[in-house]
DNA sequence: GAGTGGTCTAGACCACTTG
DNA sequence: AAGTGGTCTAGACCACTCT
């Protein structure tokens, strides 16, 4: 167990460990909060923050007035596995791997320049990528990074080190991201990467990430070999906190 | 603006309001805790609950030190519009129906139990539809439903009601759902149903849906043209919702 | 240095589940 | 009826951003 900078993390590790580790079994009811409190000598608020966390990742159950429950399926941790490859491989007990097709810098398209929030035609960093698991080419990797960020990739050893990571280190951090998802069938050149047939079915993604100041930092279109990923999403009516939209039975009469 | 059971609720509502309403334009600072705080007459806690709310759903920027800020994007609404295609229809201004092809009661099978965590052989309600947008058909769904839910079926107008908004006024009401998400060919059955050629990409998702307890209520697989659906999910270092899940193709060589 | 969000505490009351 | 989570308050201190 890995001391975090918060209470409130040290906790959720600790359960997200207790949960990992077998002591509370899938459906099995998590301790309450007084007894967490308790526990780890922290108010209950510091809990109450803990277990969000864990709701928010779909690993528990919360309703008023009854235990919190582990909730069944594997699931992977964490942002930076969404938004890099490396880190997802690595998570998934994979080797991770790349090869560079090219690396450019040039003048944004139209959607580039939009999606990365510059003038038409600012200058840019354009790098197409196929990544590896084990080997095996699954995605090919389509990246337009504002020119900022993209001054830094010369100085990164992309065969092998993961550039998230890498940027990270160098205080460019990623904080949120948006994902469009769909299916397409391969053209020529993915398919010639990716070692497919063409008319394979991709699995397409396209990502924009953002630093915390909600600033865009790269625009991605990733193309999966079908085969080769699931994306999975948990979602629920606690992560979206939303008003129920329904129309109550009103006892009274009509409406 | 409709008044909401808690407090932050409503602070979190108008803040929508104001920010669609264009009172906070993109990249606009929003008002301060404080500000907040005094101008609704709540706690900072409250409002702190209400910007929570807003962050998760990928509205808003959120960093220490600085106030934060409205993220530029549409997005796409709630948990409702992820396991209701009418709601999503309705939402991206489309009129949604459907073609039930078969509703049968039959015994699960082996994945069907396992993924309704109910027992080998149990009896199930298996429908399928093709849903279409427009007279257009994009999707093919096929879900089974735990015995409980599906004996509500025959009850309902499967080719005009929304199913999962009318068990939601029979208090059958989803808290929870899984999607897994990948991209295969159109089988020869898929393509009829979708008149498209076989082998066309279709994006796939698996979705298991649960109750407030965790009990799974319905497992169902969708299929969607490729060319007609789009999946945008937001996420962030605050608040984690998508992942991905490795099925790599395995080397026919070593290992 | 002033302002702001992040964390934490110690209470309180209510709505709901459970035995 | 007891236990539990959901909501809310009113403070406090700290880390960080901004100008």
Do not use: C, K
Not at 68 to 89: D, H, K, P, T, Y
């Amino acid at each position: 167990m890995v001391r975090e900078g918060a209470l409130y993390a040290t906790v959720a590790q600790a359960l997200r460990d207790g949960i990992s580790r077998g002591d509370y079994r899938d459906g099995a009811r998590l301790p309450s909060e007084s007894e967490l409190a308790e526990t780890y000598g922290v108010s209950r608020g510091t809990v109450r923050q803990a277990f969000a966390a864990l709701r928010a990742e779909g690993l528990i159950t919360s309703r008023q007035g009854a235990r919190r429950m582990v909730l069944g399926g594997e699931r992977v941790q964490g942002f930076s596995e969404l938004i890099s490859f490396s880190a997802w491989a690595r998570a998934i007990g994979e080797q991770p791997s790349g090869r560079v097709i090219e690396l450019v810098r040039r003048a944004a398209t139209d959607p580039e320049a939009a999606e990365l929030d510059v003038p038409p035609g600012a200058m840019i960093y354009h790098l197409t990528r196929v990544r590896l698991l084990s080997g095996q080419p699954v995605m090919v990797e389509r990246t337009a990074y504002v020119e900022r960020v993209g001054a830094l990739l010369p100085g990164i050893d992309m065969a092998t080190e993961s550039i998230t990571e890498r940027l990270a280190e160098l205080d460019v951090v990623f904080a949120d991201a948006d994902h469009g998802i769909d299916a397409v069938a391969a053209g020529p050149e993915d398919a010639a990467l990716l070692e497919v047939p063409e008319g394979t079915p991709l699995l397409r993604t396209r990502r924009r990430g953002t630093d915390p100041a909600g600033n865009p930092l790269e625009f991605s279109i990733d193309s999966y070999r079908g085969d080769a990923v699931v994306f999975r999403v948990h979602n629920s009516v606690a992560a979206t906190a939303l008003a129920r939209t329904g129309n109550p039975p009103r006892p009274t009469g009509s409406d």
